[in-house]
């Protein structure tokens, strides 16, 4: 799992851990606080279910984070490239669940989330690959 530590936290963020934080953030209900910290004012997004401005997006995070208040989200891979960054995750709505594998592809303008798409995958109770999703 990817955490920050109170030293990277103190120097500048790298457009990585940004967007770690600003996911970490949202999971942990902190949704309106990541998007004022992070979100750039024209930002948009491609997650089909939700208009596609960051009002409707937030409100959205916002009701999740309160239906799900013991959600469990674990960075397990992030990678930078110029103004994007690629984070794939382990989240969980609740400890029952076997939760889902989600990619988050962010873009990245004058150091603000200005972009986002997500795409989950559920993660199967029963798989013949040996190897999980992790």
Request: net charge negative; hydrophobic share 40%.
């Amino acid at each position: 799992m990817i955490k920050l530590s109170i030293e990277q936290q103190s120097k500048p963020l790298s457009l990585k851990e940004k967007s770690i934080s600003f996911l970490q953030n949202v999971a942990l209900g902190n949704v309106q606080e990541a998007f004022q910290k992070y979100i750039g004012p024209d930002f948009l997004h491609h997650n089909p279910f939700f208009a596609g401005d960051s009002k409707s997006l937030m409100i959205a995070m916002e009701e999740s984070a309160t239906e799900n208040t013991n959600k469990r989200f674990e960075v397990k891979l992030a990678i930078q490239e110029k103004d994007m960054v690629t984070v794939y995750s382990h989240i969980k709505q609740s400890s029952e669940d076997p939760g889902a594998a989600v990619v988050h592809i962010l873009r990245f303008k004058d150091n603000q989330i200005v972009e986002m798409w997500d795409i989950g995958q559920p993660i199967p109770k029963d798989s013949p690959n040996e190897n999980g999703m992790f």
